[in-house]
């Protein structure tokens, strides 16, 4: 049976074949459903970024396996009503899609801390998602969001519509691609683009991701996704 830790390595070396000359892709490692002993795993095999989707889920496993060095990404669906346990817990969130959520990050998150590392979503997959900001707003946006002192703006995410062919797959990722470029030369900070999952994550570097998200491909199946009821209340 293949491993945790050799899943890891094979993914490692992959995403070292993609790599294009000037980024060196960050990979989080997404323990979504997953036992706290799978973390503690990858750990061992030299992982230390993770991310979760569910927030009492999520902070439940932060909490199991807190005396480990972890970076920890809340990279699910945010409702305004955990804002306040995604900014004690978390040390980046992607999916930002509104001022409104980027606001209450800001104010509950602790002076102690640094401020939080901030993408937002965008929808470039048009009709087939409802999640993630258009493309038309996504300056607008980015230009609220980062004066907020407790945040800091370091790019863009998102997570494009399956698309039946290769040439079709890689074109939402040409378009964050290109909006992260123009949007980058008025915000400094902006050094992440967060795109690519388990099936599409050598398109996605190919095309310019900084940060891979992969979960499946490393931890194997997810253990039951739809207990977790969070999602839908
Ligand atoms: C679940 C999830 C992932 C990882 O998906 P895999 O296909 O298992 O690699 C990445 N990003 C987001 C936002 C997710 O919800």
């Not at 989707?53 to 920890?72: F, H, M, R, S, T």
């Not at 800091?152 to 990722?173: N, S």
């Amino acid at each position: 049976m293949t491993t945790i830790a050799e899943r890891l390595q094979a993914i490692q070396r992959q995403i070292r074949a993609v790599k294009r000359i000037d980024t060196n892709p960050t990979l989080v490692a997404v323990s979504k459903t997953q036992p706290a002993a799978s973390i503690r795993e990858a750990f061992d095999a030299g992982q230390s970024v993770f991310g979760e989707n569910y927030v009492q889920e999520g902070v439940a496993k932060i909490l199991a396996v807190a005396d480990l060095p972890l970076e920890w990404h809340f990279i699910g669906p945010i409702q305004s009503n955990k804002t306040k346990l995604i900014a004690e817990h978390f040390a980046w969130v992607h999916g930002v899609d509104r001022l409104n959520i980027a606001e209450r990050l800001n104010h509950a998150r602790a002076e102690l801390l640094p401020p939080i590392n901030i993408c937002i979503q965008v929808n470039v997959s048009g009709e087939a998602s409802k999640s993630g900001v258009s493309p038309e707003e996504v300056a607008s946006l980015a230009d609220a969001i980062a004066p907020l002192p407790r945040l800091k703006l370091r790019g863009l995410m998102a997570i494009p519509a399956p698309a039946k062919t290769e040439t079709a797959q890689r074109v939402p990722f040409k378009i964050l691609k290109a909006l992260f470029d123009q949007l980058k030369s008025s915000h400094p900070d902006f050094d992440t683009l967060s795109m690519g999952m388990s099936e599409d994550f050598k398109i996605a570097i190919e095309e310019g991701a900084t940060m891979v998200r992969i979960g499946s491909a490393i931890f194997g199946p997810r253990q039951s996704p739809n207990t977790n009821m969070e999602q839908h209340s």
